[in-house]
């Protein structure tokens, strides 16, 4: 499926700028973020994904955006990006509530990934969050004071750590 969609991509002159895809409870998902020049490749590409979709029995969607992409554009001016890993015995509502303490607190989510691991009532689940957080030490205290009283409501583990470029 990468191959293929990547490939009509190319095919139409077209440069992938940002992607992610993973499989969802046996099914692939796939969003990517591409630039093409002209109507004329635009066109092509729409072409090429009509006969992958029929082909491989996918569902397709093509959404132009208006505005120009700037690469590396992921994070807010004056934040860093922290990680919010969360870790538990699978129930109802973990989610809502750790993204909820963050909208409350004005936070912006950038990336978000969850798994069930393992199964029946040994299942655990696994929240993993990228979270912009304004350069201040005293929202970091604030958050991980929220976090322990989560912790408590939800019976998970929940840690921030901040993410270091130069470790990548």
């Not at 990468?2 to 992610?20: F, P, Q, V």
């Not at 505005?67 to 538990?88: F, Y």
């Not at 109802?92 to 069930?116: C, K």
Request: with cysteine; charged share 25%.
């Amino acid at each position: 499926i990468i191959s293929a969609l990547t490939g009509a991509l190319y095919r139409a002159g077209g440069n992938l700028e940002d992607a992610s895809m993973t499989i969802l409870e046996g099914e692939f998902a796939m969003i990517f973020l591409s630039s093409l020049k002209g109507a004329a490749a635009c066109a092509k590409l729409c072409t090429q994904l009509n006969a992958i979709e029929r082909r491989l029995g996918l569902s397709i969607s093509v959404k132009e955006i208006k505005r120009r992409l700037i690469r590396g554009a992921k994070h807010s001016t004056g934040t860093s990006p922290w990680v919010v890993s969360v870790l538990g015995k699978d129930r109802t509502g973990i989610v809502y509530r750790v993204t909820e303490l963050l909208a409350d607190s004005g936070l912006n989510i950038t990336d978000l990934n969850s798994r069930i691991m393992g199964g029946g009532s040994k299942a655990s689940y696994a929240l993993i969050l990228e979270v912009d957080i304004p350069k201040s030490a005293q929202i970091i205290a604030r958050l991980k004071r929220q976090f322990r009283i989560l912790e408590g409501k939800l019976k998970v583990r929940i840690t921030l750590n901040p993410i270091e470029s130069e470790r990548f």
